[in-house]
């Protein structure tokens, strides 16, 4: 009797499994809405700034059932007029990122980590809820490169087996080495540490860090398989 019971115990635990997952093959949820899995290893995304001349975009693998890396790009490339403002914004940045969903990959809320690294030359008047004396100019302008890490947040809203939309937030600590280019208006002389972009026999560098609460993110449209 014991052998039997045993039997069909080791018998079911075989079974069940496999069960399980030829049912659950190919779906995300099942018609109540109750969750089942996510068989996808690799996402393609195109944050909406994409349709406005700012690309954004990133490719996410799963490393195991709760985390994924990611690789993300950004440009910008307005030389003389951002958005009507007359000054320059032009921007090449990358992101490596480890990620953590609670959940499962992909689905839901999500923290992580991130390094990145970008090149500039911009108008620093154009950055929202910040004041530069060089607004009244607009062949004034900062060119340079930065270093960053940080943290992100967001969530998956998930639309179909292969569709999803996110909520992505991200922020941290950036350090930038940088010349200043602030031409006299008048006279067409150029200021400052303008000889490093102008004149080779001259090279003068600055540098800053600051703290800050959000550099990327947005809304993005995921594809994933």
């Not at 109540?32 to 996410?60: C, Q």
């Not at 030389?79 to 000054?87: D, I, L, Q, S």
């Not at 689905?107 to 970008?118: D, K, L, R, S, V």
Request: with cysteine.
């Amino acid at each position: 009797m014991k052998k039997t019971i045993l039997s069909i115990i080791i018998l079911l635990m075989c079974v069940l499994p496999l069960s399980a997952q030829r049912q659950g093959k190919g779906l995300m949820w099942k018609k109540d809405s109750t969750y089942v899995f996510d068989p996808s290893r690799v996402a393609v995304k195109m944050n909406a700034s994409t349709l406005v001349g700012l690309p954004n975009l990133a490719l996410e693998a799963k490393m195991c059932k709760y985390a994924t890396v990611q690789l993300e790009c950004f440009g910008s490339f307005y030389g003389k007029n951002f958005f009507g403002t007359g000054h320059p914004f032009t921007v090449a940045a990358v992101w490596s990122e480890f990620r953590y969903y609670p959940q499962e990959a992909y689905h839901g809320f999500y923290i992580g980590m991130h390094a990145g690294f970008g090149v500039y030359r911009l108008s620093k008047s154009v950055i929202p809820l910040m004041h530069y004396p060089d607004n009244s100019n607009e062949q004034a302008f900062h060119a340079g490169q930065c270093l960053m890490v940080g943290f992100a947040g967001g969530y998956c809203f998930q639309l179909s087996k292969h569709w999803s939309m996110e909520l992505s937030w991200s922020g941290g600590w950036q350090g930038s080495m940088y010349c200043a280019v602030n031409p006299d208006l008048s006279t067409g002389q150029r200021h400052g540490s303008t000889a490093m972009l102008y004149d080779a026999s001259y090279l003068s560098w600055n540098g800053s860090g600051e703290w800050l609460p959000l550099y990327k993110g947005g809304i993005l449209g995921t594809y994933k398989w």
